[in-house]
C-alpha cells in the first residue's frame, strides 16, 4: 500500500520552485517495511500542494509502531520552512508474528513487485492482469511455480523498468569506471533508486500521457547527468564530439554499428548549448542496441539483489562479489550469440533458462524481509556508502530532526 505524504507551498507562488524529498530509515527499515524513497518536487506557477508517495510494505512480523523519516531539502526557488523533516509512523497490523508468508498471497507479491521494481503503488489494471496470471493456476502447484517466476521477471522486462531503471543504469555503466566509490562501474543500491524515481515520477505505462511524462523526465535527466561533477570528471568538457561518443561507447563495453555511430554524433550536433550537446549525444549512445544488449546481463543480475533484497551485492550478508559474479556467470553462458535481448520475448528466453529469478524468489533472505527471519525484516548490515556524496545530508538531517522533536506525524494502518 501507500500514503501520500502532502507539501504545502506558500507565500509568493507565482514562479516555479522545486524542492528534494527522502523517506528514510528511523525505527522502520526500507528492506522490511517500506521502500526507500527519494525525488524532487516541482511546483510550478501557482501550484501550492503537492504530493508524494511512501510505498509501506506488508509483512508478518509483529513490532509495534515504527517510524521512518521524511525529509524536504534543496529548495530551489524557495525555503524550507517548518516543518521540513517529519515522522511517518507506521502502525502494526498483526499482535503476534504471522506463519504464512505475506508474499505467498498473490495480490501482495504483484503489489510488492510495483515497489520493488517500479517504485509506485500499482494501478488498479496492472494489479488486477498480474495477479491473475497467478490466480488462474488455481492449487496447480507446478503452474503457480512458473507464473510467479513469469510474472516477476515480467517486471524487469516491463517497458517502465527498462524506460527507467535499465535507462538509468547505462548511463552510470557508460559513465563510469571500477573505482573504490563503485566497485565494477556498478550504481550503488541508493543513488540507482534516487534516479529512477527521478526517471519514472508520474509514469504509469498505459495511462494517459505517459510517454510525454517520460520524455520530459528523460530529458530532464540527461541534462542534469551531465552536469555532474562526477560525470565531468570522467568526460571533461575540452573533449571533442568524437572522443565523447567514442568513450560512451568504451565504457559501455559496446562496439557500435556506424550507423549508430552516425546517430549519435547527430544527435550531439543537434544540441544548442554543449550542455545539450553531451546530454542528447550521451543518451543516444545509451539508448543504441548495441550497448542495450551489451549492459543486459549485468544490470538483469544487478536488479537481483536491488529489486529483490534491497542492498548492494557486496553488503551483508554477501560481503563481497562472489554471489554477483557467479550469477553474471551463468547469465552470460546461458545467453546466446546474435541475440537481440531489445525483443521481449528473446530477453524472457534467456532469464529463464539462466533460473535465476526462481533462485531469489525462493531464497531465505528475500522470502525473511517479510516473515520467518531472525532479523525480522531488517537489514543483515549496513547499506552506508550505497549513496555516494549524500550520507553527510542524511546525517544532518537525522539530527535536526531530533532537534525539532518531530513536529508532524501521520499515521496509518501497514504490514
Ligand atoms: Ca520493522
Ligand atoms: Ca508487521
Ligand atoms: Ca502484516
Redesign the pocket.
Known amino acids: 500500500m501507500q500514503t501520500l505524504i502532502t507539501v504545502n507551498r506558500s507565500g509568493s507562488i507565482g514562479s516555479v520552485s522545486t524542492v528534494d524529498y527522502s523517506v528514510d530509515n528511523a525505527t522502520a527499515t526500507q528492506r522490511g517495511d517500506f521502500t526507500f524513497g527519494r525525488g524532487t518536487i516541482v511546483f510550478n506557477a501557482n501550484e501550492s500542494s503537492k504530493t508524494f508517495p511512501a510505498l509501506i510494505s ?3 512480523y509483529a513490532e509495534g509502531t515504527e517510524t521512518a523519516t521524511l525529509t524536504l531539502s534543496n529548495a530551489v526557488g524557495a525555503t524550507i520552512g517548518s516543518p521540513g523533516i517529519a515522522t511517518l509512523q507506521i502502525n502494526d ?2 499482535t503476534v508474528d ?1 506463519s504464512a508468508n ?1 508474499i505467498d498471497d498473490a495480490p501482495i507479491y504483484v503489489c510488492q513487485h510495483y515497489h520493488d521494481f517500479l517504485n509506485r503503488q500499482s494501478d488498479s489494471d496492472g494489479q488486477a492482469f498480474w495477479t491473475n496470471q497467478i490466480t488462474s493456476c488455481g492449487s496447480n502447484a507446478s503452474c503457480l511455480d512458473e507464473k510467479r517466476n513469469n510474472v516477476s521477471a515480467a517486471f524487469f522486462l516491463s517497458v517502465e523498468f527498462q524506460q527507467t531503471g535499465y535507462f538509468a543504469f547505462r548511463f552510470y555503466r557508460a559513465s563510469f569506471r571500477d573505482t573504490t566509490q563503485r566497485p565494477l562501474a556498478l550504481p550503488r543500491y541508493q543513488e540507482f533508486l534516487r534516479d529512477t524515481q527521478a526517471l519514472g515520477r508520474n509514469v504509469v505505462v498505459g495511462q494517459q500521457n505517459w510517454e510525454f511524462v517520460l520524455e520530459q523526465n528523460k530529458q530532464g535527466f540527461a541534462l542534469d547527468w551531465v552536469a555532474r561533477t562526477e560525470f565531468i570528471a570522467e568526460y571533461p568538457t575540452t573533449m571533442t564530439r568524437d572522443q565523447f561518443i567514442d568513450q560512451a561507447f568504451a565504457r559501455s563495453a559496446a562496439t557500435p554499428t556506424q550507423q549508430e555511430l552516425t546517430l549519435a554524433r547527430g544527435a550531439y550536433d543537434s544540441g544548442g548549448s554543449l550542455k545539450e550537446k553531451r546530454a542528447q549525444g550521451f543518451r543516444k549512445v545509451c539508448d543504441s542496441p548495441s550497448v542495450f544488449n551489451a549492459q543486459y546481463n549485468p544490470a538483469f543480475v544487478l536488479m537481483q539483489y536491488f529489486g529483490y533484497l534491497r542492498r548492494n551485492p557486496d553488503n551483508a550478508p554477501d560481503n563481497n562479489y562472489s554471489g554477483y559474479n557467479f550469477w553474471l556467470n551463468k547469465m552470460n553462458q546461458f545467453s546466446q550469440p546474435g541475440e537481440d535481448v531489445t525483443n521481449e520475448s528473446v530477453a524472457l528466453s534467456r532469464v529463464k533458462r539462466a533460473e535465476m529469478v526462481k533462485a531469489f524468489l525462493v531464497s531465505a533472505e528475500y522470502r525473511e524481509r517479510f516473515q520467518g527471519g531472525s532479523n525480522r525484516g531488517n537489514q543483515q548490515g549496513s547499506i552506508a556508502m550505497a549513496d555516494p556524496g549524500r550520507n553527510l545530508r542524511d546525517a544532518i538531517a537525522r539530527t535536526l530532526w531530533f532537534a525539532l522533536n518531530s513536529p508532524l506525524v501521520k499515521t496509518f494502518m501497514t ?1
Open positions: 506488508e509483512d508478518a497490523n498483526e504471522g505475506p504490514g
